[in-house]
Structure formats: structure tokens, C-alpha cells
T-cell receptor
Framework: KQEVTQIPAALSVPEGENLVLNCSFT??????LQWFRQDPGKGLTSLLLIQSSQREQTSGRLNASLDKSSGRSTLYIAASQPGDSATYLC??????????FGAGTRLFVKA | EAQVTQNPRYLITVTGKKLTVTCSQNMNHEYMSWYRQDPGLGLRQIYYSMNVEVTDKGDVPEGYKVSRKEKRNFPLILESPSPNQTSLYFCASSLTAGGPYNEQFFGPGTRLTVL
């Protein structure tokens, strides 16, 4: 059974710092991996989607990588800002088209 | 505007009273899905649908029903709600399940309380 783990569970950094969020999954038979952002009490906003055949995707200050063979993805946030404070979630779509989410990393960026 | 809509956004009900939460998307997406989010348990998939008349169970389907009679709509039905179904529910859709067009877009959520 596919399991998705995110480390760390919470992170507090000063403004301007570059940071890395980690996502690992137990079964490499995935179609894609997607990173989301969720603000308190709000819905999910899609940040980046990486297909299983891709190694990385970039959008602005965000860069996500995928190493399917080792079951890992990282989300790199450059020059963090207070507005980046949110919970970051990763999700994989499995070979059976189920979607499995990690528990998330709560990020707080201090001004 | 391309979007996923859910109704109602908030609902308080009593045990055993059947309810339906609607989900609609205007993007001609094939894949639709329902999730529940609970503190400490994260987001868990309830049911998903690959296309019209094609549905399958996610990780937590007990106590829920779905139907997909039209491409744009994917209602979630609780025939006899119980307090343990109190949760925040999200609907999502993507163009396809596999392939390069499977970025999922989420609705705003429905907060359900079952007394």
C-alpha cells in the first residue's frame, strides 16, 4: 500500500532564507506527484505537478524535483517571504489512479 | 472562470438524516474525486471517478455513496450520516487521471458537522 511521508512536520525560518521541503513515497509506480499549498481554513492551491517521466518543474521561486527510483520529491522555495507561510502538501497518483496525500509541512516565515 | 464548485459550503445536520453535497466543474474534466480532511489524519480520498459512470473506492469509502451521471457533476451522498463523518470535505477534478494533464484542482471545501 502506498504511503506518503513529509518531513519536517513543521518549519520556522527567517524571511529571505532558502528552504527545502521533503516528500517520500513507498511505491515508485506513480503517474505523477503534485505539490499544493493550503492556507488555514482554506482550500488547496496547486503549486507544481511533476509527471513520473520528469525530473523537475519550476514556477517562479519554487522548484520541485522527483526521483522516482528512490521514492523522493523535494520542494525548494527560494528567498522565502512571510506570505509563503502555509501548509505544503504533496500527493501522488498511484498506478490504480488513487490519490494519496502526505500529512503536510507547516511553514512559518518570520518577518 | 474555470472552477470547481461545492454546495453547501457549511452544513450542520443530525445523525441519520440523508444529505448530498454537490460538486460541479466547468472544465470538461474526466477525473473527479472526493476527499475528507481531519486533524491529525490529513487528506484522505473517499471516492474517485475516471469518467461518466466509472467510479471507484478510495481509502475511506465506508458510509458514502457517489454517482457520475454527467461529466461535470460528482455528488457525494451520505445516506445515514454519523458524528464520525464530521469533517471538511473537498472535491477535486483533473482533465485526465494519467498522462500529462492530470493536475488536480480543488473546490473551496464543505464543512460538515453531524450532531
Amino acid at each position: 500500500k502506498q504511503e506518503v511521508t513529509q518531513i519536517p512536520a513543521a518549519l520556522s525560518v527567517p524571511e529571505g532564507e532558502n528552504l527545502v521541503l521533503n516528500c517520500s513515497f513507498t511505491d515508485s509506480a506513480i503517474y505523477n506527484l503534485q505539490w499544493f499549498r493550503q492556507d488555514p481554513g482554506k482550500g488547496l492551491t496547486s503549486l507544481l505537478l511533476i509527471q513520473s517521466s520528469q525530473r523537475e518543474q519550476t514556477s517562479g521561486r519554487l522548484n520541485a524535483s522527483l526521483d522516482k527510483s528512490s521514492g523522493r520529491s523535494t520542494l525548494y522555495i527560494a528567498a522565502s517571504q512571510p506570505g509563503d507561510s502555509a501548509t505544503y502538501l504533496c500527493a501522488v497518483i498511484t498506478g490504480g489512479f488513487k490519490t494519496i496525500f502526505g500529512a503536510g509541512t507547516r511553514l512559518f516565515v518570520k518577518a | 472562470e474555470a472552477q470547481v464548485t461545492q454546495n453547501p459550503r457549511y452544513l450542520i445536520t443530525v445523525t441519520g438524516k440523508k444529505l448530498t453535497v454537490t460538486c460541479s466543474q466547468n472544465m470538461n474534466h474526466e477525473y473527479m474525486s472526493w476527499y475528507r480532511q481531519d486533524p491529525g489524519l490529513g487528506l484522505r480520498q473517499i471516492y474517485y471517478s475516471m469518467n461518466v459512470e466509472v467510479t471507484d473506492k478510495g481509502d475511506v469509502p465506508e458510509g458514502y455513496k457517489v454517482s457520475r451521471k454527467e461529466k461535470r457533476n460528482f455528488p457525494l451522498i451520505l445516506e445515514s450520516p454519523s458524528p464520525n463523518q464530521t469533517s471538511l470535505y473537498f472535491c477535486a477534478s483533473s482533465l485526465t487521471a494519467g498522462g500529462p494533464y492530470n493536475e488536480q484542482f480543488f473546490g473551496p471545501g464543505t464543512r460538515l458537522t453531524v450532531l
